[in-house]
Structure formats: structure tokens, C-alpha cells
């Protein structure tokens, strides 16, 4: 199951084994305003090839970008995804990859995160910046 912070403004908790994250067996390990840490195992999020597939490595980018920028929302506001970008610097073909996210900048109407992802070697296998805007909490959210 994947972990979240608890409070997180809207998240539907009740929801959570339903969560993409959940599915490809992300671990949210660290969570701080300043900085939040996620693991993702390479099994079961490959490409056809057999390595690491773009599009975990990009879910794993929003997951913990979305998640800092929640912790860095004003108070009443919740925090969706805008833009992704991610750049793939090398292959990753078994163990877990280490997501860090920290802000780049955090404002009242969007925030915006720098996401390194790593292998068990520490070499760097992608970078992706997130940018998203923080909206209202819709009422009784």
C-alpha cells in the first residue's frame, strides 16, 4: 500500500487502494515540506524492453511532486498537476528506484518541484520538474 501523509487536503483516503501509486508499489519514506522521498521497485513497471518504463518513472515524479506541493499549499488550497517534464539519463533494469523531490518554488497559486530519480548505485536515471497550481478545496473536502 502506498503511504501518504495524513491531512493532506481532499485526498480521498478512502480511495487509496485504488491509487496508480498504490498499484506500482510506491512507498512515500520521507515527507517534509522541504523535501519528499519515494521508492518504486523496477519489477512490474517495465517496457517492453525490460527496463524501467518512462511512464513509472513519471509517476513516481507527480506522486512525490504532488505531494510536496500539498505539504507547501496554503491552508484551503489543494495542489493538482500542471506540467511534467522528465528527462530518462540511463536505464534502470531491477531493484528500486529513490525518488527526491525538493521545491524550486513554492508560491500562493502554483508551486513547482525538482524530482531526481536514482538507482540502488545512486546514479541518476532521470530528472523531472513538476509544476502545479493550487486551487480551492472544493466544500466539505
Known sequence: MTSFPEN????????????LPTKMGIEITEWDPKRVVATMPVAGNL???????????????????????????????VALGLELSCTHHRAARQGLVTGVATPVHTGRST???????????????????????????APGA
Open 47 to 77: 517496457q517492453p524492453y525490460g527496463l524501467l518504463h518512462g511512464g513509472a518513472n513519471a509517476t513516481l515524479a507527480e506522486t512525490i511532486g504532488s505531494v510536496a506541493a500539498a505539504l507547501n499549499a496554503p491552508e484551503g488550497r
Open 8 to 19: 493532506l487536503p481532499g485526498i480521498r483516503y478512502d480511495l487509496a487502494d485504488q491509487f
Open 111 to 137: 508551486s513547482t518541484f525538482e524530482i531526481v530519480i536514482t538507482d540502488e548505485d545512486g546514479k541518476r536515471t532521470c530528472t523531472a520538474r513538476l509544476t502545479c497550481i493550487l486551487r480551492d478545496a
